[in-house]
T-cell receptor, first 115, second 115 residues
Framework: DSGVTQTPKHLITATGQRVTLRCSPR?????VYWYQQSLDQGLQFLIQ???????AKGNILERFSAQQFPDLHSELNLSSLELGDSALYFC??????????????FGSGTRLTVV | AQSVTQLGSHVSVSEGALVLLRCNYS??????LFWYVQYPNQGLQLLLK??????LVKGINGFEAEFKKSETSFHLTKPSAHMSDAAEYFC?????????????FGKGTTLSVSS
Protein backbone atom coordinates (compact mmCIF):
# COMPACT_ATOMS: atom_id res chain seq x y z
CA ASP A 1 0.00 0.00 0.00
CA SER A 2 1.59 3.23 -1.21
CA GLY A 3 -0.58 5.46 0.96
CA VAL A 4 -2.25 7.09 -2.04
CA THR A 5 -5.86 5.92 -2.29
CA GLN A 6 -7.84 6.01 -5.49
CA THR A 7 -11.51 5.15 -5.88
CA PRO A 8 -13.16 3.48 -7.63
CA LYS A 9 -10.71 0.89 -8.95
CA HIS A 10 -12.85 0.14 -11.97
CA LEU A 11 -15.52 2.16 -13.72
CA ILE A 12 -17.61 1.26 -16.77
CA THR A 13 -19.80 3.93 -18.27
CA ALA A 14 -21.42 4.92 -21.54
CA THR A 15 -20.36 7.55 -24.04
CA GLY A 16 -21.62 11.02 -23.23
CA GLN A 17 -21.70 10.38 -19.52
CA ARG A 18 -19.81 12.13 -16.70
CA VAL A 19 -17.72 10.46 -14.01
CA THR A 20 -15.73 11.55 -10.99
CA LEU A 21 -12.51 9.91 -9.90
CA ARG A 22 -11.30 10.43 -6.36
CA CYS A 23 -7.82 10.52 -4.88
CA SER A 24 -6.60 10.81 -1.30
CA PRO A 25 -2.91 11.70 -1.12
CA ARG A 26 -0.39 10.12 1.21
CA UNK A 27 -0.54 11.58 4.70
CA UNK A 28 1.51 14.78 4.82
CA UNK A 29 1.65 15.27 1.05
CA UNK A 30 0.32 18.60 -0.15
CA UNK A 31 0.54 18.13 -3.88
CA VAL A 32 -1.59 15.91 -6.12
CA TYR A 33 -0.92 15.03 -9.74
CA TRP A 34 -3.24 13.32 -12.23
CA TYR A 35 -2.00 11.17 -15.11
CA GLN A 36 -3.74 9.28 -17.89
CA GLN A 37 -2.19 6.02 -19.11
CA SER A 38 -3.26 4.52 -22.41
CA LEU A 39 -1.63 2.08 -24.79
CA ASP A 40 -1.17 4.58 -27.59
CA GLN A 41 -0.31 7.72 -25.59
CA GLY A 42 1.59 6.23 -22.67
CA LEU A 43 1.61 8.18 -19.41
CA GLN A 44 0.32 11.70 -19.97
CA PHE A 45 0.46 14.38 -17.30
CA LEU A 46 -2.92 16.04 -16.88
CA ILE A 47 -2.83 18.48 -13.99
CA GLN A 48 -1.20 19.30 -10.65
CA UNK A 49 -2.68 20.80 -7.51
CA UNK A 50 -0.78 22.08 -4.51
CA UNK A 51 -2.55 22.81 -1.24
CA UNK A 52 -5.84 23.47 -3.00
CA UNK A 53 -4.53 25.54 -5.88
CA UNK A 54 -3.91 24.53 -9.47
CA UNK A 55 -0.16 24.60 -10.13
CA ALA A 56 0.54 23.11 -13.51
CA LYS A 57 -1.44 21.90 -16.50
CA GLY A 58 -0.46 19.28 -19.00
CA ASN A 59 -2.43 17.64 -21.79
CA ILE A 60 -5.79 17.95 -20.10
CA LEU A 61 -8.86 18.20 -22.31
CA GLU A 62 -11.42 20.95 -21.78
CA ARG A 63 -13.99 18.22 -21.00
CA PHE A 64 -11.87 17.27 -17.99
CA SER A 65 -11.53 19.26 -14.79
CA ALA A 66 -10.11 18.72 -11.36
CA GLN A 67 -10.00 20.26 -7.94
CA GLN A 68 -8.30 19.75 -4.60
CA PHE A 69 -10.34 20.19 -1.46
CA PRO A 70 -9.33 21.64 1.95
CA ASP A 71 -8.73 18.14 3.30
CA LEU A 72 -6.30 17.72 0.34
CA HIS A 73 -8.20 14.98 -1.44
CA SER A 74 -8.66 15.59 -5.13
CA GLU A 75 -11.30 14.76 -7.69
CA LEU A 76 -10.93 14.45 -11.45
CA ASN A 77 -14.15 15.06 -13.36
CA LEU A 78 -14.48 13.65 -16.88
CA SER A 79 -17.50 14.72 -18.90
CA SER A 80 -19.00 14.04 -22.34
CA LEU A 81 -17.04 10.83 -22.31
CA GLU A 82 -15.79 9.33 -25.56
CA LEU A 83 -14.53 5.84 -26.35
CA GLY A 84 -11.01 7.25 -26.53
CA ASP A 85 -11.15 8.32 -22.89
CA SER A 86 -10.92 4.68 -21.85
CA ALA A 87 -7.66 4.48 -19.92
CA LEU A 88 -6.02 4.04 -16.56
CA TYR A 89 -6.10 7.23 -14.53
CA PHE A 90 -3.43 7.58 -11.90
CA CYS A 91 -3.15 9.96 -9.04
CA UNK A 92 0.21 10.68 -7.43
CA UNK A 93 1.22 12.83 -4.50
CA UNK A 94 4.36 14.51 -3.25
CA UNK A 95 5.36 16.25 -0.05
CA UNK A 96 5.79 19.63 -1.63
CA UNK A 97 4.94 21.09 -4.99
CA UNK A 98 8.06 19.80 -6.66
CA UNK A 99 9.47 16.50 -7.76
CA UNK A 100 13.00 17.74 -7.23
CA UNK A 101 13.99 15.54 -4.36
CA UNK A 102 11.25 13.04 -3.86
CA UNK A 103 9.56 12.06 -7.07
CA UNK A 104 5.99 10.95 -6.60
CA UNK A 105 4.06 8.28 -4.78
CA PHE A 106 1.48 6.74 -7.07
CA GLY A 107 -1.91 5.26 -6.32
CA SER A 108 -3.00 2.00 -7.92
CA GLY A 109 -5.20 3.77 -10.46
CA THR A 110 -8.78 3.82 -11.70
CA ARG A 111 -9.47 1.85 -14.85
CA LEU A 112 -12.12 3.67 -16.87
CA THR A 113 -13.92 1.85 -19.66
CA VAL A 114 -16.24 3.85 -21.88
CA VAL A 115 -18.66 1.73 -23.91
CA ALA B 1 11.65 21.29 -23.49
CA GLN B 2 12.63 18.41 -21.30
CA SER B 3 11.83 14.90 -22.49
CA VAL B 4 13.01 11.31 -22.24
CA THR B 5 13.26 8.61 -24.87
CA GLN B 6 13.33 4.96 -23.95
CA LEU B 7 15.03 2.83 -26.57
CA GLY B 8 13.30 -0.49 -27.06
CA SER B 9 9.69 -1.02 -26.10
CA HIS B 10 10.40 -4.63 -25.19
CA VAL B 11 13.49 -6.29 -23.74
CA SER B 12 13.79 -10.03 -23.12
CA VAL B 13 16.48 -11.62 -20.96
CA SER B 14 17.12 -14.96 -19.36
CA GLU B 15 17.09 -15.38 -15.62
CA GLY B 16 20.55 -14.52 -14.28
CA ALA B 17 21.47 -12.38 -17.28
CA LEU B 18 22.32 -8.68 -17.24
CA VAL B 19 19.40 -6.30 -17.53
CA LEU B 20 20.00 -3.08 -19.49
CA LEU B 21 17.14 -0.67 -20.13
CA ARG B 22 18.05 2.45 -22.06
CA CYS B 23 16.92 6.01 -21.47
CA ASN B 24 18.14 9.20 -23.10
CA TYR B 25 17.05 12.61 -21.94
CA SER B 26 16.76 16.03 -23.45
CA UNK B 27 17.02 18.98 -21.13
CA UNK B 28 18.27 22.54 -21.34
CA UNK B 29 18.97 22.57 -17.62
CA UNK B 30 20.56 19.99 -15.31
CA UNK B 31 17.90 17.30 -15.18
CA UNK B 32 16.40 15.38 -12.33
CA LEU B 33 15.81 11.84 -13.59
CA PHE B 34 13.82 8.92 -12.28
CA TRP B 35 13.13 5.28 -13.00
CA TYR B 36 9.79 3.77 -12.05
CA VAL B 37 8.53 0.20 -12.29
CA GLN B 38 4.94 -0.88 -12.88
CA TYR B 39 3.81 -4.42 -12.14
CA PRO B 40 0.60 -5.69 -13.75
CA ASN B 41 -2.52 -4.04 -12.38
CA GLN B 42 -0.54 -1.84 -10.03
CA GLY B 43 0.59 1.75 -9.82
CA LEU B 44 4.10 2.98 -10.46
CA GLN B 45 6.79 2.45 -7.85
CA LEU B 46 9.93 4.55 -7.61
CA LEU B 47 13.08 2.50 -8.30
CA LEU B 48 15.68 5.24 -8.07
CA LYS B 49 16.32 8.91 -8.75
CA UNK B 50 19.18 11.14 -9.86
CA UNK B 51 19.20 14.59 -8.29
CA UNK B 52 22.67 15.89 -9.25
CA UNK B 53 24.57 14.22 -6.44
CA UNK B 54 26.43 10.99 -7.30
CA UNK B 55 26.27 10.01 -10.96
CA LEU B 56 25.87 6.31 -10.09
CA VAL B 57 22.57 5.85 -8.34
CA LYS B 58 21.56 2.69 -6.51
CA GLY B 59 17.93 1.82 -6.13
CA ILE B 60 15.72 -0.90 -4.81
CA ASN B 61 15.72 -4.56 -5.85
CA GLY B 62 19.38 -4.44 -6.99
CA PHE B 63 18.86 -1.90 -9.77
CA GLU B 64 21.20 0.96 -10.46
CA ALA B 65 21.53 3.70 -13.06
CA GLU B 66 24.37 5.89 -14.21
CA PHE B 67 23.94 9.50 -15.26
CA LYS B 68 26.19 10.32 -18.21
CA LYS B 69 25.98 13.95 -19.22
CA SER B 70 28.22 13.48 -22.27
CA GLU B 71 25.84 10.86 -23.63
CA THR B 72 22.63 12.44 -22.20
CA SER B 73 21.80 9.00 -20.88
CA PHE B 74 20.43 7.45 -17.72
CA HIS B 75 20.39 3.71 -18.41
CA LEU B 76 19.02 1.26 -15.86
CA THR B 77 20.96 -1.92 -15.11
CA LYS B 78 20.80 -4.98 -12.92
CA PRO B 79 23.62 -7.57 -12.92
CA SER B 80 21.39 -10.62 -12.63
CA ALA B 81 17.73 -10.76 -13.65
CA HIS B 82 15.11 -12.51 -11.54
CA MET B 83 11.75 -13.73 -12.72
CA SER B 84 10.16 -11.21 -10.37
CA ASP B 85 11.75 -8.35 -12.36
CA ALA B 86 9.30 -8.88 -15.21
CA ALA B 87 7.37 -5.61 -15.39
CA GLU B 88 7.14 -2.35 -17.28
CA TYR B 89 9.82 0.24 -16.59
CA PHE B 90 9.49 3.97 -17.11
CA CYS B 91 12.15 6.63 -17.25
CA UNK B 92 11.05 10.14 -16.30
CA UNK B 93 12.45 13.66 -16.17
CA UNK B 94 11.38 16.48 -13.91
CA UNK B 95 10.02 19.50 -15.72
CA UNK B 96 10.01 22.83 -13.95
CA UNK B 97 8.13 25.95 -14.72
CA UNK B 98 7.04 28.98 -12.75
CA UNK B 99 3.76 27.38 -11.86
CA UNK B 100 4.98 24.04 -10.65
CA UNK B 101 6.60 20.83 -11.66
CA UNK B 102 5.66 17.55 -13.24
CA UNK B 103 7.29 14.31 -14.21
CA UNK B 104 7.36 13.61 -17.92
CA PHE B 105 7.54 9.90 -18.65
CA GLY B 106 8.96 7.90 -21.49
CA LYS B 107 6.85 5.38 -23.39
CA GLY B 108 8.02 2.55 -21.17
CA THR B 109 9.97 -0.66 -21.71
CA THR B 110 8.45 -4.05 -20.97
CA LEU B 111 10.99 -6.44 -19.46
CA SER B 112 10.40 -10.16 -19.91
CA VAL B 113 12.48 -12.69 -17.99
CA SER B 114 12.60 -16.31 -19.07
CA SER B 115 13.79 -19.28 -17.07
Amino acid sequence: DSGVTQTPKHLITATGQRVTLRCSPRSGDLSVYWYQQSLDQGLQFLIQYYNGEERAKGNILERFSAQQFPDLHSELNLSSLELGDSALYFCASSVDGTTRNYGYTFGSGTRLTVV
Amino acid sequence: AQSVTQLGSHVSVSEGALVLLRCNYSSSVPPYLFWYVQYPNQGLQLLLKYTSAATLVKGINGFEAEFKKSETSFHLTKPSAHMSDAAEYFCAVSVFNQAGTALIFGKGTTLSVSS
